[in-house]
């Protein structure tokens, strides 16, 4: 089978660092990709990681350990725009499969 | 660059009846394009695969008699609900893999369009 684990919800306050943590069970592991999705919108890209290590694009950044089969995403500077729902995502095969966890919910607090 | 659109993005319709949603990609070719059900405040649920000119994959216990997916060209893909009915009420969004800059591990997603089965 395939899980994927990330906390329910976190709370912090803007300008703050915030980890959102992601660990999963899969099949033929292959990526690790992060989403934000805000209320009532789609899903938008944040970043990707296939190798080990830290993947660092502005305020976001995502690491991933291939042998603890974990990662996580960094949100630096926190900003009331970045409350919203965090979701990482499986891919199993070469871009054929995806398998989405449970969402992490971000409230930002001024 | 990447964009993907839906079509509608809003639908209301009484029970029985079928409802087609289209997604476009609208700037590059997509090779594989996924239809996800998102209920309240949960994860989206991967319903099926399709590429280009073949019949799509659908996910274990997603009808495939249903839900209805087409994959006609490599801009344009559609999911039909076929004799959609209240627990079919959802918030349907697809993505898209191809041609652009991220590689084939970078989805696109379109805006999602919300189904209302009365």
């Known amino acids: 089978g395939q899980s994927l684990e990330q906390p329910s919800e976190v709370t912090a306050v803007e300008g703050a660092i915030v980890q959102i943590n992601c660990t999963y069970q899969t099949s033929g592991f292959y990526g690790l990709s992060w989403y934000q999705q805000h209320d009532g919108g789609a899903p938008t890209f944040l970043s990707y990681n296939a190798l080990d290590g830290l993947e660092e694009t502005g305020r976001f950044s995502s690491f991933l350990s291939r042998s603890d089969s974990y990662g996580y995403l960094l949100l630096q500077e926190l900003q009331m725009k970045d409350s919203a729902s965090y979701f990482c995502a499986v891919t199993n095969n070469y871009g054929q499969n995806f398998v989405f966890g449970p969402g992490t919910r971000l409230s930002v607090l001024p | 660059g990447a964009v993907v659109s839906q079509h509608p993005s809003r639908v209301i319709c009484k029970s029985g009846t079928s409802v087609k949603i289209e997604c476009r990609s609208l700037d590059f070719q997509a090779t594989t394009m996924f239809w996800y059900r998102q209920f309240p405040k949960q994860s989206l649920m991967l319903m099926a695969t399709s590429n280009e000119g073949s019949k799509a994959t659908y996910e274990q216990g997603v009808e495939k008699d249903k839900f209805l997916i087409n994959h006609a060209s490599l801009t344009l893909s559609t999911l039909t609900v076929t004799s959609a009915h209240p627990e079919d009420s959802s918030f349907y969004i697809c993505?898209?893999?191809?041609?652009?800059?991220?590689?084939?591990?970078?989805?696109?997603f379109g805006p999602g369009t919300r189904l209302t089965v009365l």
């Open positions: 993505s898209a893999i191809g041609t652009v800059a991220g590689g084939p591990d970078t989805q696109y």
